[in-house]
C-alpha cells in the first residue's frame, strides 16, 4: 500500500487515513506521498462521466487504503448539495473559459473538499472489531478538535462541513477585521453545538503561525489526551484530506473540454488560479502528475505578491509589508502549501525542505537553489494585480462578457493578458468565490455607488446582472451572532483548551 511520510523526513510512514486523520506530521511538514504519478489517470475515458464519476477515478488513486465503497459515500455525500449538476461547471468567456467553484453550499471553491472532508475523516476511526491493538482501538474512541485559521472563506466551508458530526469539535480563527462583511457574518451565525470561532487581533499569517505552532505543542497534545480524550486535526490544506478533492475540478474541466470537442485529447490546458496559500493551485499540479495534460499553471496574486516575487527570483521573503486588500482569502504571505510543491520538484530531499523551512522560520526567508527552481518554471507562471488592476479586470470582465467576477477570481482573469500561456492551449480561470461574497467590492469596481447595506449591495448587484444573490447569502441579513469572542494570538492555545473541554463535556453529557 501507498504510504505518506512528512515532507521533512521519511522516519515515520501513515496510511492515507492515519495521514487525514492527524493532519500536519509531527515534525511540523506535510504529509506527501512518494507514489504520486505512479498510477496514472484514464483521461481519455473521462468525458460524458459525471463529476462523482470522475473524482471516484481521481480520489481513488489518491487515497489508495479508502476502499470503492467508502469514496463512493464520501463523494455522494459531499456533493449532493451543490446547486449545479456538474458540481463546477465550465463557461466559456469568448476565447478563454472560467470554471466555476462557487456553486456549493457556502458559495466559495473551499466547499469542493470541505464537504468530502468530514466525510474522509468519519472513515479514519478505527471500529471496535478492526482494531489489532489496544493503542488502535484507543485512537478510534477518541474526539477529534479540528483547528482551522481561515483569511475568509476557509472558514465558515470547514463549519458547515463538521457542524454536529459525532465525536468531532471544529474552532475556527479568522483575523479581526479582515475578512469581508458577508464572510464574517457566515462564520459567527454557524450553527452547530461542535462549533467555535473566534477573532484574532492579527492577521492570517499570524494565526495560521500560532495554529502550526499548537499543533507541534507535544505538552498541549499530552494534556488534551489525558482531560479531554481529543485529538488535534487540521481543516486547512496543510491536510492531504483537503488538498486531494481539489484535483478533480482540473480533470473535470477538461473532461468538459473534450466532451464538447473544444480541444482533442492529449492536447495542453493552461490554467490560471487566484491563489494565497498554493493549495488551489498545487492541485493542478497533482493533475499533471496523475497525467491529465495540463499546460502551464499560473500563480495570480493580489498586492500581497509574495508568490509572484518567489517564482521571478527563487527567493521567498516574508519580511515585507501586509496588505488588507479587496481580495482578503488571498492576503497572505506564508504559503503552506509550497512546501509540497518544493518537496516534488527537489525530488523529495527532505534535508533541504527541512532547512529550508527552518530558515523560513528563523528569519523569514529562504532562497531555492537554482536547478529546482529552473524545474518549477518549466510548469509554474506567475501574476500579480494592484487594487486598481483588480477593480479594471472586474469592470472589463463584465463590459466584453456580461460576466460578474469576484475581486480574487480578477486577479487570476488580470493574469489573463500579462503571461504568455502555452502555445494553442486553452486557457481556463478559476473562479474561486461567488461576486456575491463581497458585493460592495463588486459594485464599486463596476462604477455603481455601492448602498450602506452589504445586503443592500447584493440586491444592487442582482438588479444589475440579472442573476440573484444565493439564497444562503442574502439569508444572512438578520441573523443574531452567536460568536462574538476576540483573543490575542498568544491566547489561542488557552481557547484551544477550553473548547475542548468545552466540547467533551457536551460529548459526554450528549453520551
Not at 459525471?50 to 481513488?60: G, K, P
Not at 492579527?202 to 494565526?207: M, Y
Not at 473534450?258 to 496559500?277: A, R, S, Y
Not at 476576540?486 to 477550553?498: C, K, L, Q, W
Amino acid at each position: 500500500m501507498e504510504l505518506f511520510h512528512s515532507t521533512r523526513s521519511t522516519d515515520i510512514q501513515v496510511t492515507a487515513k492515519q495521514a487525514i486523520r492527524q493532519g500536519i506530521a509531527d515534525d511540523g511538514g506535510l504529509f506527501v506521498s512518494d507514489s504520486l504519478g505512479e498510477r496514472t489517470l484514464d483521461v481519455e475515458s473521462l468525458p460524458g462521466k459525471s463529476y462523482q464519476e470522475i473524482a471516484l477515478e481521481v480520489l481513488r488513486l489518491l487515497l489508495p487504503d479508502f476502499s470503492d465503497e467508502e469514496l463512493r459515500e464520501c463523494i455522494e455525500g459531499a456533493y449532493s448539495s451543490f446547486k449545479d449538476e456538474d458540481v463546477t461547471p465550465l463557461k466559456s468567456l469568448g476565447m478563454n473559459y472560467v470554471l466555476e467553484l462557487f456553486h456549493g453550499p457556502t458559495s466559495a471553491f473551499k466547499d469542493v473538499a470541505l464537504q468530502a472532508l468530514p466525510r474522509f475523516m468519519a472513515h479514519t476511526h478505527v471500529k471496535e472489531g478492526e482494531a489489532q491493538s489496544q493503542e488502535e482501538l484507543a485512537e478510534g474512541k477518541e474526539r477529534v478538535l479540528i483547528l482551522t485559521a481561515t483569511s475568509g472563506d476557509t472558514g465558515k466551508a470547514a463549519l458547515d462541513g463538521f457542524a454536529d458530526v459525532d465525536s468531532t469539535g471544529i474552532v475556527v480563527f479568522y483575523p479581526a477585521g479582515q475578512v469581508s462583511e458577508v464572510q464574517r457574518m457566515q462564520m459567527i451565525t454557524q450553527s452547530g453545538q461542535n462549533v467555535g470561532v473566534v477573532a484574532v487581533h492579527g492577521n492570517f499569517d499570524d494565526a495560521q503561525s500560532k495554529v502550526k505552532a499548537i499543533f507541534g505543542d507535544a505538552q498541549l497534545a499530552a494534556d488534551l489526551e489525558e482531560n479531554a480524550h481529543t485529538r488535534l486535526s487540521s481543516a486547512n490544506s496543510i491536510n492531504v484530506g483537503r488538498l486531494v478533492p481539489q484535483v478533480v475540478y482540473y480533470c473535470a474541466a477538461y473532461a468538459q473540454l473534450l466532451f464538447t470537442q473544444e480541444i482533442n485529447f492529449g492536447d495542453e490546458v493552461d490554467f490560471l488560479v487566484p491563489t494565497g496559500n498554493f493549495g488551489d493551485i498545487l492541485a493542478g499540479y497533482y493533475a499533471k502528475r496523475l497525467g491529465l495534460p495540463v499546460g502551464k499553471l499560473v500563480v495570480a496574486s493580489d498586492k500581497n505578491n509574495v508568490l509572484y516575487d518567489f517564482l521571478t527570483t527563487g527567493v521567498y521573503d516574508r519580511n515585507r509589508e501586509f496588505f488588507t486588500t479587496i481580495s482578503p482569502s488571498m492576503d497572505i504571505l506564508i504559503s503552506s502549501n509550497l512546501e509540497r510543491m518544493l518537496y516534488y520538484f527537489s525530488d523529495g530531499d527532505t534535508e533541504l525542505i527541512s532547512r529550508l523551512m527552518n530558515d523560513l522560520a528563523q528569519t523569514g526567508r529562504y532562497e531555492v537553489p537554482s536547478g529546482v527552481m529552473r524545474k518549477i518554471r518549466e510548469v509554474f507562471d506567475c501574476a500579480w494585480a494592484d487594487e486598481d488592476q483588480v477593480r479594471a479586470a472586474i469592470r472589463d470582465c463584465w463590459d466584453e462578457n456580461g460576466y460578474v467576477i469576484d475581486p480574487h477570481t480578477a486577479c487570476a482573469y488580470h493574469a489573463l493578458s500579462v503571461t504568455e500561456g502555452t502555445p494553442t492551449a486553452p486557457r481556463v480561470v478559476l473562479s474561486t468565490a461567488s461576486p456575491y461574497k463581497f458585493p460592495r467590492a463588486v459594485l464599486s469596481a463596476l462604477g455603481v455607488e455601492a448602498p450602506e447595506s452589504d445586503f443592500a449591495c447584493m440586491d444592487a448587484l442582482a438588479d444589475l446582472s440579472g442573476v440573484p444573490a444565493p439564497t444562503a447569502l442574502r439569508s444572512l441579513e438578520g441573523q443574531i451572532p452567536r460568536f462574538t469572542d476576540e483573543i490575542d494570538v498568544e491566547d489561542m492555545p488557552a481557547y484551544v483548551r477550553t473548547m475542548a473541554a468545552k466540547f467533551a463535556g457536551a460529548s459526554g453529557a450528549a453520551a
